[in-house]
Nanobody, 122 residues
Framework: QVQLVESGGGLVQPGGSLRLSCAASGRTFSRTAIGWFRQAPGKEREFVAAISTTTYYTIYADSVKGRFTISRHNGKNTVYLQMNSLKPEDTAVYYC???????????????WGQGTQVTVSS
């Protein structure tokens, strides 16, 4: 079992920044990819970014490239999502997830956190 807890969400003005954290515990060695996904009201869950916990290779959705950065702190078993130049369309519940391979599809991730709300509004 792997437990994931997100934090860092909140209300921010357009153009602002937030840093989300995903703290992992349990059998974390069994899952080598951590991904961030988001879901806005009335929309499907979509991929945001992911990182390999072994190679540190990263992948991003086109909509966030150049604005968001995913990183990992091994000693703390924590993955971060630094979000800059936020737009109203980034408003969503953000989830972190763990999976056995670095993929962009949600079905490839089998452990999920409870989510944290990000609202971008003036």
């Amino acid at each position: 079992q792997v437990q994931l807890v997100e934090s860092g969400g909140g209300l921010v003005q357009p153009g602002g920044s937030l840093r989300l954290s995903c703290a992992a515990s349990g059998r974390t060695f069994s899952r080598t990819a951590i991904g961030w996904f988001r879901q806005a009201p009335g929309k499907e869950r979509e991929f945001v970014a992911a990182i390999s916990t072994t190679t540190y290779y990263t992948i991003y959705a086109d909509s966030v490239k150049g604005r968001f950065t995913i990183s990992r702190h091994n000693g703390k078993n924590t993955v971060y999502l630094q979000m800059n130049s936020l737009k109203p369309e980034d408003t969503a519940v953000y989830y972190c997830a763990a999976g056995p391979q670095l993929r962009i599809g949600a079905p490839f991730y089998d452990y999920w956190g409870q989510g944290t709300q990000v609202t971008v509004s003036s």
